[in-house]
């Protein structure tokens, strides 16, 4: 059931949300999308074409797991899907925040042959839940860019049911950006930050290596 009250609680949400990660170049013009879950059955979106670091409590719409407007008539994001994939994939998944930084986007084109960044040895990777230490790595993948949102959604979701999209929480689409989630909004953002910091320590150190 459509909860008014929980539902506008978690638009101003999202849309601090949206302020905070525009205000740090991550979401250029009107990129970007955001969602938070409601209930076992509908989340919170971003309208399609709002200027994130502008947005407002009439820009965040209902849908349902199915991606289907909820009481509204505004047009969801083309991506819904692969926000709701995720949600139907895991209950415990309370927040999907997808960006177009200059790093993720710069990064996962680079990395497209390879299908996948890899990131190992940073302190900074005990941002992401259920890391402990420094030690190891983790291996973003990297999907191919397409307007096959249906598609890239199957894709997605047959990676998470692997042993190990279980452990990494955050996928690139490659030349396009960054997909990442958490049990909570405020999660979900540490992901953003943590995987934008070490996008542009990659590309740092790319640019120190000899030759």
């Not at 960006?99 to 990064?107: E, K, R």
Request: net charge negative.
């Amino acid at each position: 059931m459509f909860d008014q009250d929980l539902f506008a609680q978690r638009a101003i949400e999202l849309c601090d949300v949206g302020r905070f990660l525009f205000s740090h170049g991550w979401c250029p013009a009107t990129s970007s999308n955001f969602s938070v879950r409601l209930n076992a059955e509908q989340v919170a979106i971003t309208v399609s074409g709002r200027p994130k670091g502008e947005l407002r409590p009439e820009d965040i719409m209902c849908v349902d797991l199915q991606g289907r407007p909820v009481a509204c008539g505004d047009k969801p994001s083309a991506e819904t899907l692969l926000h709701t994939s995720l949600y139907q994939h895991d209950p415990e998944i309370g927040a999907v925040l997808h960006t177009h930084s200059v790093s993720a986007t710069v990064l996962s084109r680079h990395h497209a042959a390879a299908g996948a960044i890899v990131l190992e040895d940073y302190e900074v990777l005990k941002a992401f839940s259920g890391v402990s230490t420094h030690e190891g790595q983790i291996q973003i993948p990297v999907f191919p860019n397409t307007q096959d949102i249906p598609a890239l959604a199957a894709q997605v979701s047959a990676w998470l049911r692997q042993p190990s999209g279980a452990s990494v929480q955050g996928y690139c689409i490659a030349g396009h950006g960054l997909y990442t989630w958490g049990a909570h909004l405020m999660e979900a953002r540490r992901h953003v930050e943590a995987f934008e910091f070490l996008f542009e320590c990659e590309i740092l150190r790319s640019r120190l290596r000899p030759g």
